[in-house]
């Protein structure tokens, strides 16, 4: 099993570019989440889905948009990034009990 | 409001010797809380969680404690072994939907060989 993979490891952007981050899972995960750490903070919940075609908003919505297409994939669009994109983006899944966590794309938006 | 607190940032510990995170919540609705360790340039792994029927859980090395009346739960990592020096983060959900975590801002812990 891969676990939660996450494509890019790096990206930088400008001011208002758009782009997407690829999260996927391959342990039939019901729950996928999108979180967003800044530095010496915790993890900040971005949105989050309990099944394919069902999301929801979490703590910092603002400036990101999510599908769940399939049980397996969880991308998160950024439309119009800002400097305050500028983040470690982590991708996780669970069942309603622990989260597994990607790797983490690392965005910087200048 | 941050509803899960570490209040301290960093830790440093000798080899061999006891760890002791802390962690203090103030959602009352919270009822399971896990333990995460993250190493630089990689996500969160899962450690250790507890749930509120339990005041106590041990996993090896690890045991997590809680303090319902005080809010408050603590990791004790014994014996402390270099490869512990991560940070770890505290995290909490309620029963609502899709067991959303809450975190801490983390404690760096650093074992001293």
């Known amino acids: 099993n891969a676990g939660v993979t996450q494509t890019p490891k790096f990206r930088i952007l400008k001011i208002g570019q758009s782009m997407t981050l690829q999260c996927a899972q391959d342990?039939?995960?019901?729950?996928m989440y999108w979180y967003r750490q800044d530095p010496g903070m915790g993890l900040k919940l971005i949105y989050y889905?309990?099944?394919?075609?069902?999301?929801d908003k979490g703590e910092v919505p603002n400036g990101y948009n999510v599908s769940r297409s399939t049980t397996e994939d969880f991308p998160l669009r950024l439309e119009l990034a800002a400097p305050s994109q500028t983040s470690v983006y982590f991708c996780?899944?669970?069942?309603?009990?622990?989260?597994?966590f990607g790797p983490g794309t690392r965005l910087t938006v200048t | 409001d941050q509803q899960v607190k570490q209040n301290s940032p960093s830790l440093s510990v000798q080899e061999g010797r006891i760890s002791i995170l802390n962690c203090d919540y103030t959602?009352?609705?919270?009822?399971?809380f896990l333990w995460y360790k993250k190493y630089p340039a990689e996500g969160p792994t899962f450690l250790i969680s507890?749930?509120?029927?339990?005041d106590k859980n041990e996993d090896g090395r690890f045991t997590v404690f809680l303090n319902k009346s005080a809010k408050h739960l603590s990791l004790h990592i014994v014996p402390s072994q270099p490869g512990d020096s991560a940070v770890y983060f505290c995290?909490?959900?309620?029963?609502?939907?899709?067991?959303?975590?809450?975190f801490g801002s983390g404690t760096q812990l650093t074992v001293l060989p």
């Open positions: 507890i749930s509120s029927i339990k």
């Open positions: 996780a899944s669970g069942q309603g009990g622990e989260q597994y």
């Open positions: 889905s309990v099944g394919a075609g069902i999301t």
């Open positions: 959602n009352s609705m919270f009822d399971y």
């Open positions: 342990m039939n995960h019901n729950y």
């Open positions: 995290a909490a959900s309620d029963s609502g939907s899709a067991r959303q975590l809450t």
